[in-house]
C-alpha cells in the first residue's frame, strides 16, 4: 500500500493568515492526488483533484500543488468557515490511501 | 447536483452482517467508480472498496475476505456488506462517487455501531 504522511497534525492559525498542509507519500503518484475537507458533522468534500485542480464551486484562496511524492495545499487567506480537519488522498493504485489529517484551527 | 442517500442498519451485534446502499440521484450512474470508505471513531479515513465502471470490483486487502461490494444499476444503486463484524467495525461508512478525480462526491454518512 502507498503511505502518505501529512504534516502538520493539527495547525492554530488566524483569519486572514496564508496556511500550508503539506502531503508526502511513499512514491511517486504523479499528480493522482487529492484533498478533502471535513467538517464535523457534515460529509467530507473534495477541495482540490489531480493535486492542482479546483473543484467547482470550491473559493479560490484553496489551492494545490504538487507531483510524484510531495504535495502542498494551501490556503491564501484564512477564513473562520475554514475550520476543519484536511486530508489528502492517493487515487493512483488501490488500496486508496488518505493522509492521516490535518485539524485546522482558528487562533 | 448529484445527490447520494444511504441506509442500513446503524445497531449489530458481534457476527452479524453489516448491509449498506446508497442511492445515486441527479446525475448518471455508469461510467463512474462507486467506493466506500469508512472512518472509525477518532481515525482517519479507511477505503473499504469500489466497483469500477466495468462493473469489476476491488478491495482493500484488510478487508477483502468478509467485504462485498454490489451494483444495482436499473435502480442507480450499490451496495456494501461486511460479514462477521466486530467492535472494530464500528465507524461511519461514507458512499462515494470516486474518489478518483474531478467527480468525486461522498454521500452524508451512516453511523454503524458493533456492540453486543
Known amino acids: 500500500d502507498i503511505q502518505m504522511t501529512q504534516s502538520p497534525s493539527s495547525l492554530s492559525a488566524s483569519v486572514g493568515d496564508r496556511v500550508t498542509i503539506t502531503c508526502r507519500a511513499s512514491q511517486s503518484i504523479g499528480t493522482y492526488l487529492l484533498w478533502h475537507q471535513h467538517k464535523p458533522g457534515k460529509a467530507p468534500k473534495v477541495l482540490i483533484y489531480?493535486?492542482?485542480n479546483l473543484q467547482f464551486g470550491v473559493p479560490s484562496r484553496f489551492s494545490g500543488s504538487g507531483s510524484g511524492t510531495d504535495f502542498t495545499l494551501t490556503i491564501t487567506s484564512l477564513q473562520p468557515e475554514d475550520v476543519a480537519t484536511y486530508y489528502c488522498?492517493?487515487?493512483?493504485?488501490?488500496?486508496?490511501?488518505f493522509g492521516q489529517g490535518t485539524k485546522l484551527e482558528i487562533k | 447536483q448529484v445527490q447520494l442517500q444511504q441506509w442500513g442498519a446503524g445497531l449489530l451485534k458481534p457476527s452479524e452482517t453489516l448491509s449498506l446502499t446508497c442511492a445515486v440521484s441527479?446525475?448518471?450512474?455508469?461510467?463512474?467508480?462507486w467506493s466506500w470508505i469508512r472512518q472509525s471513531p477518532g481515525k482517519g479515513l479507511e477505503w473499504i472498496g469500489e466497483?469500477?465502471?466495468?462493473?469489476?470490483?476491488n478491495y482493500n486487502p484488510s478487508l477483502k475476505s468478509r467485504v462485498t461490494i454490489s451494483i444495482d444499476r436499473s435502480k442507480s444503486q450499490f451496495s456494501l456488506r461486511v460479514d462477521s463484524v466486530t467492535a472494530a467495525d464500528t465507524a461511519v461508512y461514507y458512499c462515494?462517487?470516486?474518489?478518483?478525480?474531478?467527480?468525486?462526491?461522498w454521500g452524508p454518512g451512516t453511523l454503524v455501531t458493533v456492540s453486543s
Open positions: 462515494v462517487r470516486g474518489p478518483t478525480g474531478w467527480e468525486s462526491h
Open positions: 441527479g446525475g448518471p450512474f455508469s461510467g463512474y467508480f
Open positions: 466497483s469500477t465502471p466495468s462493473e469489476n470490483t
Open positions: 488522498q492517493q487515487a493512483f493504485s488501490v488500496p486508496y490511501t
Open positions: 489531480a493535486a492542482s
